[in-house]
């Protein structure tokens, strides 16, 4: 009955769990009130339970949003020193409208071996062209894409 309120309350069955161990080592902390209790004590309980749950909401609401802390720069995925999202949002924008500026043949490449990872190989079966048209084209699609990145910085 405690978890399911808990879980009603939070919205979380791992916090409603957390509150719910919390009010019954309070309740085990004052094991006077539950020996000598006159009346049911799942009215006292579940009120243990509720102001638990609104002093949790409390601390998180003055708390300011966790957020996970970025990668060192030169490590797995990591972000260049000193990133910040924004400034990679901005930029992934920015090369988008560049490739859309592309000619299709050019942007297909760029797509299928860079965004997607395949192999020159895969992209030349997909397309049934030979593997040197493939890197070729990927070869005159990234100078394209480099001089439309340029010219968009120049703006």
């Not at 161990?21 to 579940?46: D, F, M, N």
């Not at 102001?51 to 260049?80: C, H, I, K, M």
């Not at 990133?83 to 299709?104: F, M, Q, T, W, Y």
């Amino acid at each position: 009955m405690l978890l399911a309120y808990a879980t009603r309350l939070t919205g979380d069955r791992a916090a409603a769990e957390d509150l719910v161990q919390e009010t019954l080592i309070r309740a085990w902390k004052h094991v006077h009130i539950v020996a000598t209790a006159t009346i049911p004590l799942t009215g006292w309980l579940l009120t243990i339970l509720r102001n638990l749950a609104f002093d949790r909401a409390r601390r998180q609401a003055t708390r300011p949003l966790e957020v996970p802390e970025l990668p060192e720069a030169g490590s797995a995925g990591g972000a260049a020193a000193g990133g910040d999202h924004s400034d990679r949002v901005v930029d992934s924008i920015v090369v988008v409208e560049a490739l859309k500026s592309l000619p299709e043949l050019h942007s297909s490449m760029l797509i299928e071996v860079y965004y997607r990872n395949r192999s020159v190989a895969e992209v030349a079966k997909q397309f049934q062209i030979p593997q040197g048209t493939v890197k070729s084209r990927t070869h005159y699609a990234l100078r394209a894409l480099r001089n439309a990145l340029a010219t968009h910085g120049e703006e």
